[in-house]
């Protein structure tokens, strides 16, 4: 993984692909975030490599002629690390390696590599851990190509392999023992959540930086870390909140993304067990994000596999204080009005007006609508209230507020 440290002032290429998958716009704009995540590490990007093919290359990703141009920018510009927008196989990893002659990073070691500068609690820690450990095992043969230039001769007979089986031996023994420290940190937190009692939990899910923990903190009036910057929050925070007479817990839980690394999901349980026991989800959407729709279908993805898609849910979309449409002139008649031209009151009357999902447009940041947000917040955990507590129970919530 990227040492902090090392990573400060590090120059980078990034490389991408267009498929028949991925047209040119979803990699661009999967390179844009491509970007944001290597500058999140702490790398600069200095130039990006898009090649158009019906399929990576199962050997080296890239074409050899594309290869051998980046190979030229790199040694020309003194670049130290190249950076793929997918993840690359051993096989990937080690020919090209051979080739560029510099460091190589896909986009699950790079978020892998965030994780790790970002986690706090031991939990978190040892959550990212298990998703280095399982992703490096399969891949230790690049640490020991060094011997391929060594073609045998007394005392060359297999030492190689003999340290990698080695390497692996401990590599399997630590996923061991992390595997074990989680069930341990599980049941933990298993503990914690039955010690809650009754009260109805409300958990914060959408893409990352869209802006939870800075709704967390605003509704909550916490102190939660918050950052202009990919996987600014990693552990699982839980506050009391109360809205008129209702008393709740609200958890803010660790963001999604496009292409997240199925060894994080695995690790990530007891996080995502935050999700999957809440009674109401509040998905927060930066709407001031150009593909914020693909943010949605990405987070509800997620949601799917967790077995979390069909919960009571309020979208609650945020930062319209950073909300900008594009003008078409009065006397521009060919230019058909798209997405990128409505305003919010446009969007407001789209999918977004359907009824049986409620939506909410905020800005947690100059708190805008926070009432608005609060009074529909407070009248879904109601509904759930009402159900769980005797009725007895909520007159006395409402006879505390009167008084």
């Known amino acids: 993984m990227i040492d902090a440290k090392e990573a400060i002032s590090e120059k980078a290429v990034l490389i991408g692909v267009i498929t028949q998958q991925q047209n040119e716009t979803q990699s661009d704009e999967y390179l844009d975030e491509l970007e944001f995540l290597t500058q999140t590490a702490g790398g600069v990007v200095v130039k990006r490599f898009v090649q158009k093919m019906e399929r990576p290359n199962p050997k080296t990703f890239l074409g050899a002629g594309k290869l051998e141009e980046v190979k030229d920018y790199i040694q020309a510009n003194t670049i130290g690390t190249a950076i793929f ?10 020919n090209i390696e051979k080739i560029l002659d510099c460091k190589i990073l896909d986009r699950t070691n790079l978020i892998l590599d965030i994780f790790a500068q970002r986690a706090q609690t031991s939990s978190a820690k040892t959550q990212v851990e298990l998703a280095q450990s399982e992703y490096l095992l399969p891949r230790l043969t690049r640490l020991w190509t060094h011997l391929d230039k060594q073609k045998g001769g007394i005392g060359m007979r297999g030492p190689g392999e003999t340290e990698i089986e080695t390497d692996r031996r401990i590599i399997r023994d630590k996923i061991s023992v992390l595997k074990k420290r989680l069930k341990t940190i599980d049941k933990q937190m298993a503990i914690q959540r039955k010690n809650r009692g009754k009260m109805v ?3 914060l899910v959408g893409y990352t930086n869209v802006g939870k923990s800075t709704l967390m903190n605003v509704i909550s009036k916490s102190d939660v870390f918050a950052e202009n910057k990919l996987f600014a929050t990693l552990d699982t925070t839980v506050r009391k909140v109360v809205i008129k007479n209702i008393p709740f817990l609200m958890t803010d839980t660790v963001g999604f993304i496009r292409k997240l690394p199925t060894q994080l999901v695995e690790s990530f349980k007891s996080t995502l ?38 919960k009571p849910t309020l979208m609650v979309f945020n930062k319209i204080d950073a909300y900008e449409h594009e003008t078409i002139d009065a006397d521009d008649l060919e230019t058909e009005k798209g997405k990128e031209h409505y305003t919010l009151q446009d969007w407001k009357k789209t999918w977004m007006n359907d009824k049986e999902v409620e939506s909410i447009f905020i800005s947690a940041l100059n708190k805008e609508n926070l009432e608005d947000f609060k009074d529909k917040t ?5 509904k759930i209230h009402i159900q769980r507590f005797p009725y007895n129970d909520f007159l006395y919530y409402e006879y505390k507020e009167e008084e």
């Open 201 to 203: 939990r409300v958990a």
């Open 273 to 310: 067990d935050e999700v999957r026991e809440a009674d109401l989800l509040l998905h927060v959407v930066d709407i001031s994000h150009p593909n914020f729709e693909d943010h949605i279908a990405s987070v509800n993805t997620i949601l799917d596999d967790i077995k979390c898609a069909d």
């Open 378 to 382: 407070y009248e879904e955990v109601k």
């Open 85 to 94: 927008d997918d993840e690359l196989s051993p096989a990937q990893l080690r």
